[in-house]
């Protein structure tokens, strides 16, 4: 590897981004005090978005939860990945439990229920989700599902009805 002495290290890239490569996303206060970002999905439950990528069909999001309970049960088609920011959570099908700071990764195929213990105040978990989030009954059968696009409509009915505006999702949609 090329050595580069020290102005060199510190030099911006000298060319052009690719043109079609899209814009990044930089979120500030990415738990916001703001309770109108918040996206309900549920009584105690919400979310708020990072990235949501229409174009390769993933979301990144915040879940908070403020309740304890079972949240849902659902199966992924494809890898999920999740990192507890604060709290804990489970799975019914599992004995681990994810405590803050746990990385969490899901394979293709797993199907599994998200339980909140009562001891817990207030669980917020980051989640990559890949395609989508069928909800199932505990024999499998479908009771509904989510993808980025079922999760770009309710932040722009969200945004629009708490004052912030439909539009106001647009800065994390790729």
């Known amino acids: 590897m090329a050595q580069l002495d020290d102005d060199q ?3 911006p890239y000298q060319y052009a981004h690719p043109v079609d490569a ?3 996303i930089v979120v500030p206060n990415a738990i916001p005090e703001d309770e109108r970002i918040w996206v309900p999905q549920g009584e105690n439950v919400h979310f708020r978005p990072l990235c949501l ?3 390769q069909g993933y979301w990144v999001n915040l879940l908070r939860v403020r309740k304890s309970g079972v949240l849902s049960r659902h199966r992924h088609p494809n890898p999920v ?3 507890v920011l604060k709290g804990r959570w489970r799975y019914l099908e599992h004995d681990w439990l994810a405590e803050e700071g746990s990385y ?3 394979p293709p195929g797993e199907t599994h229920t998200l ?3 009562d001891d817990v105040e207030e669980m917020i978990t980051m989640f990559q989700v890949n395609g989508v989030m069928y909800y199932v009954d505990p024999w499998g059968k479908h009771m509904g599902f989510e993808d980025v696009f079922t999760k770009i409509e ?3 009915k969200h945004y629009e009805a708490c004052g912030l505006g439909a539009d106001f999702v647009d800065q994390f949609i790729r």
């Open 81 to 83: 990945h999740g990192i």
């Open 22 to 24: 899209g814009h990044e």
């Open 115 to 117: 339980v909140v213990d």
């Open 53 to 55: 990528n229409a174009s």
């Open 154 to 156: 309710m932040c722009r």
């Open 9 to 11: 290290k510190r030099m």
């Open 104 to 106: 969490v990764y899901e």
